[in-house]
T-cell receptor
Framework: NAGVTQTPKFQVLKTGQSMTLQCAQD?????MSWYRQDPGMGLRLIHY???????DQGEVPNGYNVSRSTTEDFPLRLLSAAPSQTSVYFC????????????FGPGTRLTVT | SQKIEQNSEALNIQEGKTATLTCNYT??????LQWYRQDPGRGPVFLLL?????KEKRKERLKVTFDTTLKQSLFHITASQPADSATYLC?????????FGAGTTVTVRA
């Protein structure tokens, strides 16, 4: 099993550009989520999904879109990048939320200039 | 508002000693509390989960306690080793979401 994979590992965008961060898992997990991690602030939930076709907002959803067309994939779209979106982004998956530990991907380091 | 606080950003201890980390929370009623380890440049790795009706959980040299009255969890690393040096995160589950504390960085000196 590859676990949770994320691409790209690094990305530099100019303000106003859009892009999609890819996330895939091969563990048949229903629950997937996206977090951003900023120094001193811990992990903050952006969006999550409890199954294919079902998504919901987390703590900091503004400026991001998600969709879940398959169990395996959960891409995160930045609509119009802003410097405030400079961060490290992590995707995670689990059998359930709370009652099971989450498996995290290696992260994408995004810089918006 | 909901808040998760982990004690001090950094903890330096001597090899062989026990490291004790604290996770306090307000305005949550979590059914589960989880602990993760994160190394620099990597994603968090799940360590332990404890349920609200459990007082204590152990895994090898790790021990977690959960006091829902005090709204606090303690995370202990016994017989610490330099390889235990990392940032440790606590997380609470509520309404299909997992909320994380900012983490405590542990450095174990040989």
């Amino acid at each position: 099993n590859a676990g949770v994979t994320q691409t790209p590992k690094f990305q530099v965008l100019k303000t106003g550009q859009s892009m999609t961060l890819q996330c895939a898992q091969d563990m048949n997990h229903e629950y997937m989520s996206w977090y951003r991690q900023d120094p001193g602030m811990g992990l903050r939930l952006i969006h999550y999904s409890v199954g294919a076709g079902i998504t919901d907002q987390g703590e900091v959803p503004n400026g991001y879109n998600v969709s879940r067309s398959t169990t395996e994939d959960f891409p995160l779209r930045l609509l119009s990048a802003a410097p405030s979106q400079t961060s490290v982004y992590f995707c995670a998956s689990s059998y359930e939320i709370g009652g099971a530990g989450q498996y995290f991907g290696p992260g994408t380091r995004l810089t918006v200039t | 508002s909901q808040k998760i606080e982990q004690n001090s950003e950094a903890l330096n201890i001597q090899e062989g000693k026990t490291a004790t980390l604290t996770c306090n929370y307000t305005n949550y009623s979590p059914a589960y509390l989880q602990w993760y380890r994160q190394d620099p440049g990597r994603g968090p790795v799940f360590l332990l989960l404890i349920r609200e009706n459990e007082k204590e959980k152990r895994k090898e040299r790790l021990k977690v306690t959960f006091d829902t009255t005090l709204k606090q969890s303690l995370f202990h690393i016994t017989a610490s080793q330099p390889a235990d040096s990392a940032t440790y995160l606590c997380a609470l589950s509520s309404d299909y979401k997992l909320s994380f504390g900012a983490g405590t960085t542990v450095t174990v000196r040989a």
